[in-house]
């Protein structure tokens, strides 16, 4: 009989409990309250790092009282929409991640393994490449209904048996949608090589080009995605303990599902929509979110939230100074980093529990 790897046999941990020591909790929030100032200061530095050197004495001016200067132009136009965005893209992929790995209860669950980000992609390359639609207000709605329909197709497939839909499973038949689906994108590609010259930037994962106008077209959609994971993170909790646990302790398992899978639906599409595919991102966040937080939900996701968040924005800078004053895609810079630390995750004789 085939025997599960040791990151998949993980034992579940017991439900966190209410009576939380007052000093962990404050030490929680230190933490969160210290990233999200580093958040702050990544921001700011975001609008000084770029193709076009300004004195940060410049940046400041143009921000206190915009003059419609060029400066002024490149800081407000340019550079504040993309570091939003990455924020905006990096908490909804942090926090898809972590309610994908809890729903599965599969410590090694992304938007990627799982296919949803594939189904995303393919889905806008349809849009692009078939139908010659470019801008994003259309083209996100293809990716809203790749998604959803990749996430229930994995989901069933991986249902059917007795067994039902173990971690395993799901991670399976998700890794191989995805190679389907990206073979698939491939293939339109090269019936139209024109289009895929167009977006190819976008396949890499790239924040570069993205005004305010991408940005306000996806902030609704992710914006209810997070809401929604924030509501699902306490039956969650009930859920990572089992089925028949967790109706006991009065969770709706069913509801919780749909409620995720919603969420997932929302944050990965609009995701992926905006910047194209990211990986790994929701995949490490969560991991080292549960070193600090253990496996308590209620305080994984806004811990992923902004973990994400300042990730992708400190990779989006790293990108425009590697190979300056070339830039280097957001998703090659997340798949350099993530790829490390997945071998050092697939090596820890135990990973963080759910």
Do not use: K
């Not at 770029?50 to 206190?64: N, Q, T, Y």
């Not at 993309?82 to 942090?94: D, E, N, P, S």
């Amino acid at each position: 009989m085939m025997t599960l790897s040791p990151a998949l046999e993980t034992p579940l941990a017991s439900a966190p409990d209410p009576r939380t020591p007052a000093r962990l909790r404050i030490t929680r929030f230190v933490f969160l309250a210290g990233t999200l100032v580093l958040l702050a200061g990544s921001v700011l530095l975001s609008l000084w790092i770029g193709a076009r050197g300004i004195p940060f004495s410049d940046i400041w001016a143009v921000l206190r009282e915009p003059d419609g200067g060029e400066t002024s132009f490149i800081v407000h136009e340019m550079r504040m929409p993309r570091a939003w965005l990455a924020i905006t893209v990096g908490a909804a992929l942090g926090v898809a991640g972590a309610l994908i790995q809890a729903l599965t209860r599969n410590p090694l669950a992304d938007t990627g393994i799982l296919g949803v980000g594939a189904g995303a992609n393919v889905a806008v390359v349809i849009a692009i490449g078939l139908f010659g639609i470019t801008g994003i207000g259309q083209y996100l709605w293809f990716a809203f209904a790749g998604a959803v329909l990749v996430t229930v197709l994995v989901y069933a497939l991986g249902s059917i048996g007795s067994i039902g839909a173990t971690p395993v499973r799901l991670t399976l038949v998700g890794v191989a949608i995805g190679a389907l689906l990206g073979g698939f994108a491939s293939g339109i590609a090269m019936l139209n090589p024109d289009a895929f010259d167009d977006m190819l930037r976008w396949s890499a994962g790239s924040l570069a080009g993205r005004g305010w106008s991408v940005l306000f077209t996806v902030l609704p959609p992710i914006g209810i995605g997070l809401l929604l994971g924030v509501v699902a993170s306490r039956p969650l909790n009930a859920v990572a303990l089992g089925d028949d646990l967790a109706r006991s302790l009065g969770a709706h398992v069913i509801r919780t599902r749909v409620l995720v899978i919603v969420a997932v639906t929302l944050l990965a599409g609009a995701a992926t929509a905006a910047a194209g595919p990211i990986g790994f991102v929701g995949l490490m966040v969560p991991h080292i979110v549960r070193w600090f937080t253990g496996p308590d939900q209620r305080w994984i996701i806004p811990f992923s939230a902004v973990g994400a968040a300042l990730l992708l924005l400190v990779s989006d800078m790293l990108g425009r100074i590697i190979l300056a004053p070339q830039e280097l895609e957001v998703g090659i810079v997340t798949a350099v980093v993530g790829a490390p630390v997945l071998i050092v995750l697939a090596r820890r004789r135990t990973v963080s529990t759910l």
